[in-house]
């Protein structure tokens, strides 16, 4: 049986190659995903990248993400959990183990996976 894999890259390291390869073996990449600059194909799932900036808003945050290390973000987002509806981020993730083995991958996820990684765990 296939894992999921979550793809974690500031961004322009090639990780749109890797995850183009782990969907071309089954992975499942999202009902949409975004094409970069409107000409190549990123495999990063629109939904995911819709949420992540969601919790990059109600952290405050504003940085670039790219190339910023920011440890006070990190822990500023991880905080996050049970502080705002986690619905639309639990529907998200019912709706990828629906279509398993997925991939995510998002820039963004760096600095959003203390937030996941609480509800990646499994129940007790």
């Known amino acids: 049986m296939k894992q999921n894999a979550i793809i974690l890259t500031s961004g322009l390291t090639g990780s749109s190659v890797l995850t183009g390869l782990i969907a071309r073996d089954g992975y499942w990449t999202g009902v949409s995903t ?11 799932n629109t939904r995911l990248i819709e949420l992540n900036r969601s919790l990059f808003a109600a952290a405050g945050y ?3 993400y790219m190339i910023e290390f920011a440890p006070a973000v990190l822990r500023e987002i991880e905080s996050l959990y049970g502080k705002i509806d986690e619905t639309p981020f639990r529907q998200f993730l019912a709706d990828c183990n629906e279509h398993s083995p997925w991939v ?21």
């Open 104 to 124: 995510w991958k998002d820039p963004r996820l760096w600095l959003t996976i203390r937030f996941w990684k609480n509800l990646l765990a499994p129940s007790q």
């Open 62 to 64: 504003t940085g670039n």
């Open 34 to 44: 975004h094409k970069n600059l409107g000409e190549y194909e990123t495999y990063e």
